[in-house]
Structures are given as structure tokens and as C-alpha cells.
């Protein structure tokens, strides 16, 4: 009987659209990696007629895949498949810039499962990114989960492939800051979360029940963070922003003005990960008043511009590194 204690998942980035690289997977998500869902569809049709109640035949129509990852935050490669662009400088301290392109890369998954025999493998071609969230709350790790769809797949039955272990530190809550704007830090924020929504799709073709390409549709982000009310000027007052997207007062202006930045950066110590959203409008504002409990704002954020920058040891020529960035 298997467990999730006898299996493993490794990536690389696809140079060719859901073909397998045919190389070693050497790609890892984070420490505590678990599959929270991993779906394969048929879409099967029941096809009826005249002449009987009962079902004629079976018409099997596309296949479709989808898989969610979650983990801990440890290493920063994964945003590659998010933003779709990486840049790599410096040394021996390496700074990675993940920036926006319009064409998402690709990937292929493989997922091994020990059975004590005959063990089974399947790797999932053409997966593409469809939603990130990272979650920090007081007194946990980063958490994050991504989800893909993918357009195809793989089954083999091959020797065990070991989860290939982590290089980086691992992020707390303890490790995050919370700008808004670019600089000015939010003290006392209890949780935040960002979700990245890429909206991309398989696209399907006569001649083919598999997934033949991938569209990337509109990237949406949304900023969501909680803060003990001490200062209406940490979230309340950009309720009514205007001027240049600063705190106001009064009552909400015809048109509202962006506030210019927000950033969220980690730092373990040893590694930096720091997350610069750009025009920034916030959406919703809470705050429930109880007096048997602290004043708690709750605010959602909508950014249209995100840049990424990673500090690390770790070079081009790192194999995880390589293996979501280059695809080698």
C-alpha cells in the first residue's frame, strides 16, 4: 500500500510544448511539498438515441488535466512560471529579477509512487500555471500553492525516484515585511496574501483529444492583508486616496488615484525574496468592532504591476535553478 510518505515530484521547464525533456528532473517546489489534487478527465459522453431508454455507447472527448502543489517557501524559482522571465546577476551572491512577460513557459511534472514492486511513475506534460497564492500568517511558515492544468501525461512503470531534497532556508512569518507604499512599513499585520491568477487555458484541435497549445489570458493580482487599527493611515485613509495615492481624509473622491507601490519582502537571514507590486488601488476595506476583541482592518488590494527579485547563493548553473529557468 502506498503513502505519501513513498512518493516524490520534480520539474523542468518544457522546450517544446507537452514533449518530454527527456532529461533528469531536477526541479523541487519547497520543503513540506504535498499534492492537494491531482484530476484526470476523459469527458466522457453518454450518447442516447431513439429506439431505447438505455444508453447507446461511450464517446470519450477531450482530455484534461489539473494538479495543485502546496509547500513551504523556500526557494524562489517557481515564479519563473508566474511571470515568465529571469534575469541573473552578480556573484557569489546571486540576485534573480522575475519580471512580466506575456507567454507563459511550460512544464513537465513528474510524479513517482514506490509500490514496493512495480512502482509507477506519470509524468504531466504542458502544464501551465493557472493560479499562485502565498500565504503569511502570524506564527506559521510561508505557505504557498500552485495550480496547473496540464494537457497530457505519461504512465510508465519504472524504478522509485527519490524526492530530491532542498538547498535554500526556509521563510516564516517572522521573515516578512509589509510596505505600503514602497518603504513605509505596516507594523502589526497579522496576515497577509497574495494571489496571482494567470487565467490561462489548454486550447484543443480537430485531430487531437490532447491539448495542442496553451493561451495565457489576463494576469490578475490581488493583495489581501489583516492589521491591528492603531493609525488610520495604515489602511482606513487609502479608502479615499487621492493626491498621489496617499492617505486622505474626507469623503471618496470622484477619481481615485493609485497609490504608486506596495512590497513584500522576505528575508531568512541568509536568502531575500522581495515581492514590488506598482500602481496599486485598493478595492475593499473591513473592520467588525467588538468589545471583547482588538480592532481588526481587513483590506484587499489590487496591484496591476509585479517584479520579483531573489537574493541567494545559487547561480544560473544551479540544477534547480536550471531546471525552472532554462529547462536543463
Do not use: C
Not at 531536477?26 to 513540506?32: C, I, P
Not at 505519461?154 to 515585511?177: D, K, M, P, R, W
Not at 494576469?219 to 489602511?235: G, L
Amino acid at each position: 500500500m502506498a503513502s505519501g510518505a513513498l512518493a516524490s515530484i520534480a520539474v523542468v521547464k518544457e522546450t517544446t510544448f507537452k514533449t518530454d525533456p527527456a532529461i533528469t528532473y531536477r526541479g523541487t517546489f519547497g520543503f513540506g511539498t504535498k499534492i492537494t489534487s491531482l484530476e484526470r478527465a476523459n469527458n466522457v459522453q453518454r450518447i442516447f438515441g431513439l429506439g431505447s431508454r438505455g444508453q447507446q455507447v461511450n464517446l470519450e472527448t477531450i482530455f484534461s488535466g489539473s494538479v495543485s502543489v502546496e509547500y513551504v517557501l523556500t526557494n524562489p524559482y517557481s515564479f519563473m512560471a508566474a511571470l515568465g522571465k529571469t534575469v541573473t546577476t552578480g556573484g557569489p551572491t546571486y540576485t534573480h529579477t522575475f519580471t512580466e512577460q506575456d507567454i507563459l513557459p511550460s512544464y513537465a511534472i513528474k510524479n513517482n509512487i514506490e509500490l514496493g514492486g512495480t512502482d509507477a511513475q506519470s509524468v504531466l506534460l504542458g502544464a501551465v500555471l493557472t493560479n499562485k497564492t502565498i500565504t503569511l500568517s502570524v506564527g506559521d511558515p510561508v505557505s504557498v500553492s500552485d495550480d496547473f492544468v496540464y494537457a497530457t501525461e505519461l504512465f510508465s512503470t519504472i524504478s522509485f525516484v527519490s524526492q530530491i531534497t532542498e538547498t535554500l532556508n526556509i521563510y516564516s512569518f517572522a521573515h516578512g515585511t509589509f510596505a505600503l507604499p514602497d518603504g513605509t512599513v505596516v507594523a502589526n499585520v497579522q496576515n497577509a496574501e497574495v494571489g496571482i491568477s494567470e487565467n490561462a487555458d489548454i486550447i484543443y484541435g480537430l485531430g487531437a483529444r490532447t491539448g495542442s497549445t496553451h493561451v495565457d489570458k489576463q494576469r490578475e493580482y490581488t493583495v489581501r492583508a489583516s492589521v491591528y487599527m492603531t493609525d488610520p493611515a495604515k489602511f482606513w485613509r487609502y479608502v479615499y486616496a487621492g493626491g498621489a495615492g496617499t492617505p486622505a481624509t474626507g469623503t471618496a473622491p470622484t477619481t481615485m488615484v493609485e497609490i504608486p507601490s506596495l512590497t513584500l519582502t522576505l528575508n531568512n537571514g541568509s536568502e531575500t525574496i522581495t515581492l514590488s507590486f506598482t500602481n496599486v488601488m485598493m478595492d475593499t476595506h473591513s473592520m467588525p468592532q467588538d468589545v471583547s476583541a482588538p480592532i481588526i482592518e481587513d483590506a484587499t488590494l489590487f496591484p496591476r504591476g509585479l517584479t520579483v527579485v531573489a537574493t541567494n547563493t545559487e547561480s544560473s548553473s544551479n540544477t534547480n535553478y536550471a531546471a525552472w529557468v532554462a529547462g536543463t
